[in-house]
T-cell receptor, first 114, second 112 residues
């Protein structure tokens, strides 16, 4: 089985721009979660989608949004980028909602905001 | 609300020495507990998990963790580390039907 794929792997943007990141889960997985990883904060939960519905949301401003398509692929969008948004964005998938099931992580998208 | 504290941001250790990575959590209800490992330039991989039953859980590569409800801890241990164990280790907790919360990570550096 192919693993979780994320595109692009690297991205450089400037303040004020917006960005869309993509995540393709493992085939058959219906849950997709997004995390922001920074050196000081570790992994912070952004949101989880299950069967096209947002199931859970972390404490991030409304500039961060996401969606999930009928094929379980997910996108994350960040509008009006700030310098502090520079981070590694990780996507994880699982066959059922995340609370007790193993999450399979992709390699991440490294976003740099200049 | 649940939270996770990993007390050590970095743990340096010599090869073949024992190691313990500490994890404490805060929750008022039953929880599920996880340890994930992140090797350089890779995503996270599940190392081991506690859902219920025996409080001592083991991974296939020699790590073990013990769930201690009274101390709200889930420390990760290995009796003899290898160079290849050098990585960042994340403890995570979730309550039923809730989101997965990660600690800030512990960087294990194994020296020859």
């Amino acid at each position: 089985k192919a693993g979780v794929t994320q595109t692009p792997r690297y991205l450089i943007k400037t303040r004020g721009q917006q960005v869309t990141l993509s995540c393709s889960p493992i085939s058959g997985h219906r849950s997709v979660s997004w995390y922001q990883q920074t050196p000081g904060q570790g992994l912070q939960f952004l949101f989880e989608y299950f069967s096209e519905t947002q199931r859970n949301k972390g404490n991030f401003p409304g500039r961060f949004s996401g969606r999930q398509f009928s094929n379980s692929r997910s996108e994350m969008n960040v509008s009006t980028l700030e310098l502090g948004d520079s981070a590694l964005y990780l996507c994880a998938s699982s066959s059922v909602p995340q609370s007790y099931n193993e999450q399979f992580f992709g390699p991440g998208t490294r976003l740099t905001v200049l | 609300a649940q939270s996770v504290t990993q007390l050590d941001s970095q743990v340096p250790v010599f090869e073949e020495a024992p190691v313990e990575l500490r994890c404490n959590y805060s929750s008022s209800v039953s929880v599920y507990l996880f340890w994930y490992v992140q090797y350089p330039n890779q995503g996270l991989q599940l190392l081991l998990k506690y859902l219920s039953g025996s409080t001592l859980v083991e991974s296939i590569n020699g790590f073990e963790a013990e769930f201690n409800k009274s101390q709200t801890s889930f420390h990760l241990r290995k009796p003899s580390v290898h160079i290849s164990d050098t990585a960042e280790y994340f403890c995570a907790v979730s309550e039923e039907t809730d989101k997965l919360i990660f600690g800030t990570g512990t960087r294990l550096q194994v020296f020859p």
